[in-house]
């Protein structure tokens, strides 16, 4: 039942994304030895190193059986020496004291065009003996079983097409399977025939017939998989509209299939984004996006409740920042719901779960917690919850939590080498724009951290919370690692809550870079004022909106002394590579136009390439080969103004990278960039002379330049 977390980054993120959404790229290489968690003796702690960061286990998908007895869960890990991954599924029963047993590799990724490894949750039968979950092999993605007692896995699929995804219908006798439309890309065609250019795809520095390759020739299909016969049918447009409103899970609706739960629309008019049936299917709970400027400058999640016969919905909550998870009580009177509480800092528990009656009311807590809990998988009972839990110091662990009690244990520690590792604590920060409108960051201090010895200052971005913190969006900037180096570390939470555009308004949406950038001002101020940073050396990074806040920030304030940016910069060059739809979406959504005539002011409000006289910070720029052609109007406009600028290109990547040794590479070329520009410090190893020979150059432009002198 976990929910994207679309919120408050809106089009100035997703715009990123989007732009890299259509970019081929190669999925790293695959190990097919299964995924282990060893048992770790405690030794004496030692700093944090990144091979550490780069091989910690991952959750990819967590489901706990209907009779509560165990949880199945899929791990990944990154495999330096080979420059691939491994994955394993696991099961482990839910009695204290129980240790996981692995069923062996549940195959390669499934990569999305971010170039993250696709979660997928295991799906049990309703009799609690077998598990199902999609697997390469042989060539196609298709749906494996395995028993929870262990054995070879059995294929139950043999589809034409690759299986995207597989619930399990209500009565448990069939899967109902999503299958993903081919591309109807003919390549040799186009390799001769050349291509017509008709605005629908970017202009990147991949392979335009790559790019093309990954746009579908068609919707995908819906097909049913009958269990006990092994037989297959495409459902019939009837089949698909009585499974829109007969499966548990939450859905994603369908205008085309509407009719039954919502109108094609109140799905388009009200931007309902997810639904879920109660169980005697009288009800429906769902979310939906409120953005009416006229209402509110802010943008909101409404929960709502409302009867499949009709009539007016309920709203239960509203959620601030991004949407939370839900679910209904086994007998269909009450909805579950994470309630949204980042903005509160006087308030402990970062999780809290509520429940509302479905009729209205007020809701109630059922439990709270001062850890991050997410992915939340529910027993038939309603009372169990399999889910992730991590802090700050913590990487996400597989824990168990009662709704009757309100507590959570741990099930699986996933990570236990982390155990034997030196972790900084974090404490948060909270500091406000001049609007007064609130923002927030964890500050990470370094090891062996001195009372009164002031130290520079790594700032990550763009999203904070209680979650570990690990290497920021993307991560590519190693926080442990920087404190590790003696560096105070502020994961800064800066997209704060999403503004309604009004139309025609761009100083509002120039709020979306300027209001966080306010706010890191302040909090800089405020660990200068206690003694903890020296101010004259602070260092910025992000990737996606997190470089879009480094380019602004650096372009429009002297705060910073070193900065590091994985993503594009908004600057004209960006407007005349991307794609029609996107073109057409900033300039109705964000007011920002062409970058000529009338609207050419609001380009030269927030490119950093038009500001870049104004530039006075040392960038260093790690771009995937999907998305550096956008960065090329900053690149040469810093070179030839003669300011400190290097760009590293890695080759096929996506928006973010995840080949291991790329990732590697980025957090020792991260960690070696700070220490040179913030400590004056280089490392001794001979492999990395030709690093700091052309840092010393830099170096020489930025003192030889009497704009480059700045800091804050």
């Known amino acids: ?32 030895a299964p995924v282990e968690v060893p048992s770790v003796l405690k030794t004496e702690p030692r700093p944090v190193t990144s091979m550490d960061l780069l091989t910690l286990r991952d959750i990819r998908g967590l489901q706990i059986s209907p009779d509560g007895k165990h949880v199945a869960f899929v791990l990944i890990q990154a495999v330096y020496e080979t420059n691939h991954y491994r994955s394993g599924i696991f099961v482990i029963s839910t009695e204290k004291g129980s240790k996981p047993v692995s069923l062996g590799t549940v195959g390669p990724g499934r990569w999305n ?123 019939t447009t009837d089949e698909q509209r009585e499974l829109a409103v007969s499966g548990d899970a939450t859905m994603a609706p369908n205008g085309e299939l509407s009719g039954q739960v919502f109108t094609k629309n109140e799905i388009e008019e009200q931007k309902i984004y997810s639904y879920t049936l109660s169980p005697d299917r009288k009800k429906v709970a769902y979310w939906r996006i409120e953005d009416d400027a006229s209402k509110s400058q802010f943008r909101t999640y409404p929960l709502l409740v409302k009867l499949t016969s009709g009539g007016a919905p309920v709203t239960l909550a509203t959620w601030p920042y991004y949407p939370g998870e839900y679910w209904w009580s086994p007998d269909s009177k009450q909805v579950y719901f994470t309630e949204g509480n980042g903005n509160n800092p006087d308030d402990p528990h970062t999780t809290r779960i509520m429940a509302a009656a479905a009729t209205g009311g007020e809701p109630r807590p059922v439990l709270d917690s001062s850890d991050a809990l997410s992915d939340y998988s529910t027993d038939k009972s309603r009372r169990l919850l399999a889910c992730m839990r991590e802090n700050n110091t913590t990487p996400a662990e597989i824990a168990l939590a009662d709704l009757l009690t309100g507590r959570v244990r741990t099930l699986v520690n996933v990570n236990p080498e982390l155990q034997n590792l030196q972790i900084s604590p974090a404490r948060r920060i909270d500091a406000l724009d ?66 309604n555009p009004t139309s025609g308004n761009f100083d509002s949406t120039l709020l979306q870079w300027q209001a966080p950038t306010e706010a890191l001002a302040a909090a800089i101020a405020k660990l ?42 908004w600057d004209p060059i960006l407007y005349y590579i991307a794609r029609d739809s996107l073109r057409q979406a900033w300039t109705s959504e964000l007011n920002l136009g062409p970058p000529m005539g009338d609207s050419s002011t609001n380009w030269q409000k927030m490119s950093a390439a038009l500001n870049a006289g104004r530039v006075n910070t040392p960038l260093l720029i790690n771009a995937a080969d999907s998305e550096y052609t956008a960065c090329m109007q900053l690149v040469v406009t810093l070179h030839d103004l003669k300011k400190p600028v290097e760009m590293f290109i890695y080759p096929d990547e996506r928006h973010e990278k995840n080949q291991p040794k790329h990732r590697y590479s980025i957090y020792e070329h991260n960690v070696d960039w700070f220490n040179f520009w913030l400590r004056d410090k280089e490392d001794p190893n001979p492999a990395k002379a030709e690093q700091y020979k052309r840092w010393r150059e830099l170096r020489k432009l930025q003192e030889h330049n009497p704009s480059n002198a700045g800091t804050n």
């Open 113 to 235: 065009e971010g170039n993250e490894w696709l979660p997928e949750n295991p799906v049990w039968s309703l009799d609690s003996r077998h598990i199902y979950h999609t697997m390469k092999s042989g060539g196609s993605w298709q749906v494996w079983r395995w028993d929870h007692e262990g054995g070879p896995p059995v294929q139950l699929t043999h589809t034409q097409h690759d299986v995207q995804s597989a619930y399990l219908s209500l009565d448990g006798a069939k899967l109902i399977l999503t299958l993903e439309a081919p591309s109807g890309v003919d390549r040799k065609k186009l390799s001769e025939q050349g291509i017509l250019y008709d605005g629908s795809f970017d202009a990147t520095g991949q392979s335009i017939i790559d790019r093309l390759a990954t746009i579908s020739g068609a919707e995908s299909e819906t097909w049913i998989q009958d269990l006990a016969s092994g037989s297959s049918h495409k459902a």
């Open 1 to 32: 039942m976990s929910l994207p977390k679309i919120g408050s980054m809106l089009l100035l993120s997703v715009a990123f994304l989007q732009y890299a959404s259509a970019q081929a790229g190669i999925d790293p290489g695959f190990d097919p």
């Open 528 to 569: 200068a004022d206690e003694g903890i940073i020296d101010r004259s050396k602070v260092g910025i990074t992000g990737l996606s909106f997190g470089a879009a806040m480094v380019h602004y920030g650096i372009s429009h304030s002297n705060l910073f002394r070193a900065a590091v940016a994985s993503g594009p910069a």
């Open 434 to 499: 001049k609007r007064e409108q609130r923002f927030w960051g964890h500050l990470v201090l370094p090891l062996g951290y001195e009372p009164g010895k002031r130290y520079p200052l790594i700032i990550t971005t763009y999203v904070d919370g209680a979650a570990f913190l690990r290497g920021g969006v993307g991560d590519e900037y190693p926080i442990q690692i920087f404190a590790a180096n003696s560096f105070a570390v502020l994961n800064f939470h800066a997209i704060g809550l999403d503004r």
